[in-house]
């Protein structure tokens, strides 16, 4: 389903992409923040640090005795922020997951104020030049370093508040990452439900309104036009569908037209000359009486040779009425259950002189069961006597013709075979065709219509015919009929 729809394509690409959008927003997001803080301005981190330092050292206020190490252990698990206490000896106490740098220490002046490597102990009061015993500035980078601020009791250093910075996309991704990913997961499935009803359905119900429009044009319904809704692409691919709807419409209407036109004329020509053919056969059979008939032997050949003519066509005309009243649905059928052996003796009975003039068999192949099928009994009649008289007339002297007949499930099939010099393969798509003539050489053999009023006849009656061939072996016309209801219950 996914590889031959151009809307799911079209929706997997816009999934794809925004998911791949919403990623690499998440990526920078967690990038920026670890670049800048967290997302927090540095005196952020510098008055958390001092926050701290303050309340130790009013609880040392409070309390003289206050074991600052315990107090530390247990404060540093409740701040909100990760703080280092660092001690004069270089220990320090952490929150659980905080890395502390090796040899982390306090800085030089703290220890100095602190007297652990001056054995007069601390100075007596503030440095020279009235500066603060120990300003509380940060250390480190200005940007990302460390923040520091020290805890001062009686005027002395007695520890060290150390922040690490939130630096570091790792810290970041553990602490916001999860809300971010759910965020964006929501996102996504949002923008592509909202994208699907706003965008790709409206789109795929005017293709599929497109595509309808052509499948039931392809099928024979010239008046369906698809919707010119919007505006866009899709609405010019439904104009001009709906262009080359109406330029093939009224091609089709103006072919319809010059067909019927011509099927007329054809029907009317035909039928005109049915009179003037008829009074030259008339004549022409006056000329051959006894008492009419030219006393020289070119006269005599000359009055045979008009009567053999007008009657080929008489016949010719016959055909093309025939053919025409078919195409036109002139002709109405008298449908009844019709016998197939019926069929085959009045054929090979009709055929039976032309066969044994011309030393040819015409052999009714048995079969064991009894085979009606539904139809015209005249017209069927005439379809197989037109086979059979064209595998008569391509079958040499000493060959046969084979009409043969058999059930396949609720259709009769009937052939008719001859041994003849067979049909090239390349003639066989267009022996069906009016006035089309394979063997050019005999070209005055027929009318060239026969096997098109087969076609046409067979057609009607909701059949098929077709025709395979073997050049020089064979040649096996075959009429696919629905076998009668009488004959389908036994």
Same mark, same amino acid.
């Not at 005196?43 to 330092?53: I, K, Q, T």
């Not at 090796?102 to 490597?117: A, E, L, V, Y």
């Not at 050949?301 to 016959?318: G, N």
């Not at 067979?458 to 696919?480: D, K, M, Q, Y």
């Given at each position: 389903?996914?590889?031959?729809?151009?809307?799911?394509?079209?929706?997997?690409?816009?999934?794809?992409?925004?998911?791949? $959008?919403?990623?690499?927003?998440?990526?920078?997001?967690?990038?920026?923040?670890?670049? $800048?803080?967290?997302?927090?301005?540095?005196?952020? *981190?510098?008055?958390?640090?001092?926050?701290? !330092?303050?309340? &130790?050292?009013?609880?040392?206020? @409070?309390?003289?005795?206050?074991?600052? /190490?315990?107090?530390?252990?247990?404060?540093?698990?409740?701040?909100?922020?990760?703080?280092?206490?660092?001690?004069?000896?270089?220990?320090?106490? #952490?929150?659980?997951?905080?890395?502390?740098?090796?040899?982390?220490?306090?800085?030089?002046? &703290?220890?100095?104020?602190?007297?652990?490597?001056?054995?007069? *102990?601390?100075?007596?009061?503030?440095?020279?030049?009235?500066?603060?015993?120990?300003?509380?500035?940060?250390?480190?980078?200005?940007?990302?370093?460390?923040?520091? #601020?020290?805890?001062?009791?009686?005027?002395?250093?007695? !520890?060290?508040?150390?922040?690490?910075?939130?630096? =570091?996309?790792?810290?970041? #991704?553990?602490?916001?990452?999860?809300?971010?990913?759910?965020?964006?997961?929501?996102?996504?499935?949002?923008?592509?439900?909202?994208?699907?009803?706003?965008?790709? /359905?409206?789109?795929?119900?005017?293709? @599929?309104?497109?595509?309808?429009?052509?499948?039931?044009?392809?099928?024979?319904?010239?008046?369906?036009?698809?919707?010119?809704?919007?505006? %866009?692409?899709?609405?010019?691919?439904?104009?001009?569908?709906? @262009?080359?709807?109406? %330029?093939?419409?009224?091609?089709?209407?103006?072919? *319809?037209?010059?067909?019927?036109?011509?099927?007329?004329?054809?029907?009317?020509?035909?039928?005109?000359?049915?009179?003037?053919?008829?009074?030259?056969? =008339?004549?022409?059979?006056?000329?051959?009486?006894?008492?009419?008939?030219?006393?020289?032997?070119?006269?005599?050949?000359?009055?045979?040779?008009?009567?053999?003519?007008?009657?080929?066509?008489? /016949?010719?005309?016959?055909?093309?009425?025939?053919?025409?009243?078919?195409?036109?649905? *002139?002709?109405?059928?008298?449908?009844?259950?019709?016998?197939?052996?019926?069929?085959?003796?009045?054929?090979?009975? @009709?055929?039976?002189?032309?066969?044994?003039?011309?030393?040819?068999?015409?052999?009714?192949?048995?079969?064991? +069961? %009894?085979?009606?099928?539904?139809?015209?009994?005249?017209?069927?009649?005439?379809?197989?006597?037109?086979?059979?008289?064209?595998?008569?007339?391509? $079958?040499?002297?000493?060959?046969?013709?084979?009409?043969?007949?058999?059930?396949?499930?609720?259709?009769?099939?009937? $052939?008719?075979?001859?041994?003849?010099?067979?049909?090239?393969?390349?003639?066989?798509?267009?022996?069906? %065709?009016?006035?089309?003539?394979?063997?050019?050489?005999?070209?005055?053999?027929?009318?060239?219509?026969?096997?098109?009023?087969?076609?046409?006849?067979? +057609?009607?009656?909701?059949?098929?015919? !077709?025709? /395979?061939?073997?050049?020089?072996?064979?040649?096996?016309? +075959?009429?696919?009929?629905?076998?009668?209801?009488?004959?389908?219950?036994?």
């Amino acid at each position: 389903m996914f590889k031959g729809s151009l809307y799911w394509r079209i929706g997997l690409g816009f999934i794809f992409f925004l998911a791949l $959008t919403l990623l690499l927003q998440f990526g920078l997001f967690i990038w920026v923040a670890g670049e $800048t803080e967290g997302g927090m301005p540095e005196r952020m *981190g510098r008055d958390f640090a001092e926050l701290v !330092a303050s309340e &130790f050292e009013s609880a040392l206020a @409070r309390d003289p005795q206050l074991n600052l /190490r315990g107090y530390a252990e247990k404060r540093v698990n409740e701040l909100h922020r990760p703080a280092v206490i660092v001690f004069a000896d270089g220990s320090a106490v #952490a929150p659980p997951g905080t890395a502390i740098p090796r040899g982390m220490r306090m800085p030089g002046p &703290f220890k100095r104020r602190m007297g652990s490597d001056d054995r007069r *102990g601390p100075p007596p009061g503030p440095p020279p030049g009235g500066a603060p015993m120990l300003p509380r500035m940060p250390f480190g980078s200005p940007r990302r370093g460390p923040v520091m #601020a020290p805890i001062q009791h009686n005027d002395q250093v007695v !520890a060290v508040v150390w922040v690490p910075p939130l630096t =570091g996309w790792r810290r970041v #991704a553990d602490e916001i990452g999860a809300p971010l990913a759910l965020g964006a997961i929501l996102l996504l499935v949002a923008g592509t439900a909202i994208a699907a009803l706003v965008i790709f /359905r409206p789109a795929q119900a005017r293709l @599929r309104a497109v595509e309808d429009a052509a499948r039931r044009f392809g099928e024979g319904d010239l008046s369906v036009r698809a919707p010119e809704l919007g505006g %866009d692409e899709v609405a010019a691919v439904a104009a001009a569908f709906n @262009r080359m709807a109406s %330029d093939l419409a009224a091609r089709q209407a103006q072919l *319809g037209e010059a067909d019927r036109a011509r099927r007329q004329l054809l029907a009317d020509v035909s039928h005109e000359l049915m009179t003037p053919l008829t009074a030259i056969r =008339g004549y022409a059979e006056t000329l051959a009486l006894p008492q009419f008939v030219p006393t020289s032997k070119e006269g005599q050949r000359a009055v045979r040779v008009i009567h053999e003519e007008s009657e080929r066509i008489e /016949r010719l005309v016959r055909d093309l009425l025939d053919l025409a009243r078919f195409e036109a649905g *002139g002709i109405s059928l008298a449908l009844e259950s019709v016998d197939v052996d019926e069929i085959f003796e009045r054929v090979s009975e @009709r055929h039976a002189q032309a066969a044994q003039d011309k030393g040819v068999k015409i052999v009714i192949e048995p079969h064991d +069961e %009894d085979l009606r099928m539904t139809g015209d009994p005249h017209r069927l009649e005439q379809a197989v006597q037109n086979l059979a008289s064209n595998a008569l007339r391509h $079958t040499p002297p000493g060959g046969a013709v084979r009409l043969g007949a058999a059930r396949e499930g609720e259709k009769v099939r009937l $052939t008719v075979t001859d041994n003849g010099v067979g049909i090239a393969e390349e003639h066989l798509p267009h022996v069906f %065709d009016r006035f089309y003539k394979a063997d050019q050489s005999r070209s005055q053999a027929g009318s060239g219509l026969g096997l098109s009023i087969v076609k046409a006849i067979v +057609e009607r009656h909701g059949g098929s015919v !077709a025709v /395979r061939s073997r050049a020089g072996a064979e040649t096996v016309f +075959e009429i696919v009929l629905p076998a009668s209801a009488e004959a389908s219950a036994r």
